[in-house]
């Protein structure tokens, strides 16, 4: 028989959709007699502090109830499982009461502020052994899942370089405030930090899972416009975020990498791209034509040799097959549904590889961040901790 899973999900903005449209679309294209056999969602309340938006939210995402306090939301009985989708900065508390109670987590990225929350999160979580997840989406889009799994069976040989970018162009206008809905992003008391945390963060998830660990890094980072008025205060303050942030580093496997992300790149709305090049093969990837994969073989005669353009749209791409007819599209959120999808059959089969990141995973990545961060600070190489 199948067991409902009771979501009860905090904050409802761009991330609160994003996962309340998985959370309503995997049981009809991961059905529990397929890849989720025995667990399926039940959305069951969410939660906000502006009652009529909360309720409102409720009743066109098909929340069974709505709660104003998070406190109150993670103490009910009939919640099995919390999704955490506010500002960066109430990641940790929340997850350590939920702990408490022991509600499983699903935790909006990055994990924390920093690297010493995440390890409190994660020494709780592991003790409580409570199901943890951290909604590092891109993964799980079947052309970077693909890629995940070419390098994986080991086809590109040795791997020589990996490099990312994820570019935006939101935050040049110099009146646009800091704090608020949206725009914490901009609060480094809320966000942590800036380009770092929430774009580059994506990138190095991504990164560490197909090519392996970072070992040391390199990074400079800007902030563009020094002061902003603050939302809160109608105040002009400080901007303490990096508005850009580009590093080198070294991953454990000997590979050199590079990395940039902005949100000052005139044009580029999210451009987040990805090349691994290896002995025998190279793969490229783009969010903007996001069902591809590019790929290089060199293994094939010298006269036919060149860039292919996989479309991952068949029915034996990852994921793929789940949804229409071969050749159709998916879209960005499609990842959240692949991920959600993951999450529910390792509840079905506890002792099963993970499939999704959870926190330590997030931790390594939130250790790599802090490098990025430290480094700029210093303009010294900086040794990453490992997870
Ligand atoms: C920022 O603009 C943002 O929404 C990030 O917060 C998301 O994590 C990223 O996927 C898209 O860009």
Redesign the pocket.
Known sequence: MSKPVRIGLIGYG?MGRTHSNAYSQVGHFFPKDSVTTGHHIVRQAVCGRDEAKVKAFAEKWGYASYETDWRKLVARPDIDAVDICTPNDSHAEIALECIKHGKMILCE?PLALNGEQGEKMVTAVEKSGLPNLVWY??RFLPAVTLAKNIVAAGELGRVFHYRANFL?D?TISAELPQGGAGLW?LDAAAAGSGVTG??LA?CIDTARWINGDITEVSAVTETFIKERTHTATGKKQAVTIDDAAIFICRFENGSLAQFESTRYARGHK?LYTFEINGEKKSLQWDLHDLNRLNYFDHGVPGDRRGWASIHTSDGDHPYAGNWWVPGLCLGYEHSFTHELAEFLKSLDDPKAPKAYPDFRHALGTQYVCDAVLESARTRQWVKVKKA
Do not use: E, S
């Open positions: 761009f990225k989406n891109y935006q939101w992003r929430d774009l994506h999210a």
